[in-house]
C-alpha cells in the first residue's frame, strides 16, 4: 500500500516460498544545512518475527537509487534480496519515484556527484 511518504508491504510466512515479512518505508526531504536538500529514510518492520528499523539519508542526486538501499538493508535483517518488498508492485514503485522527483524538485538530466554514491553507500 502507498501514500506519498509511505510504503507498507507485508507476506504471510511461507506464501509463495517467501519468508513472512511487514516493512513500511517511510521517507521525507530534509534540509542540511551543508548538503542541501536530503531524502531521509526509515525502514521499520520485521522479518520471520525479528523486528528491525533502520534509518538512512541520500542526497538529492542520488535519492533516486532508494530502492538499491532498501533491498540492500532488508537483506541484512534476513529477506532474500530477490524478495525485496519495494519490486513486488512496480506501479507503485513509481508512485515512489515521481513521489520524491516532485519533492526534491528535481529533474531529468540533472547531474549526479560521483562522490555522493560512495558517501550514500551505492
Known amino acids: 500500500m502507498f501514500e506519498p511518504g509511505h510504503l507498507h508491504r507485508s507476506n504471510l510466512p511461507a506464501l509463495g516460498g517467501q519468508p513472512g515479512y511487514s516493512v513500511d518505508f517511510y521517507y521525507e ?10 531524502l531521509h529514510g526509515r525502514l521499520v518492520g520485521e522479518v520471520e518475527g525479528k523486528a528491525f528499523e533502520e534509518v538512512f539519508e541520500m542526497h538529492r542526486d542520488t ?8 533491498s540492500r538493508l532488508v537483506a541484512k535483517h534476513g529477506l532474500p534480496p530477490n524478495h525485496s518488498p519495494i519490486m513486488r508492485a512496480h ?15 528535481a529533474k531529468p538530466g540533472e547531474t549526479v556527484d560521483f562522490d555522493h554514491l560512495e558517501r550514500d553507500g551505492l
Do not use: C, T, W
Open 63 to 70: 535519492a533516486f537509487n532508494f530502492a538499491s538501499v532498501i
Open 29 to 38: 526531504v530534509r534540509q542540511d544545512p551543508q548538503e542541501g536538500a536530503m
Open 91 to 105: 506501479a507503485e514503485y513509481d508512485a515512489i519515484f515521481e513521489d520524491i522527483r516532485a519533492k526534491l524538485h
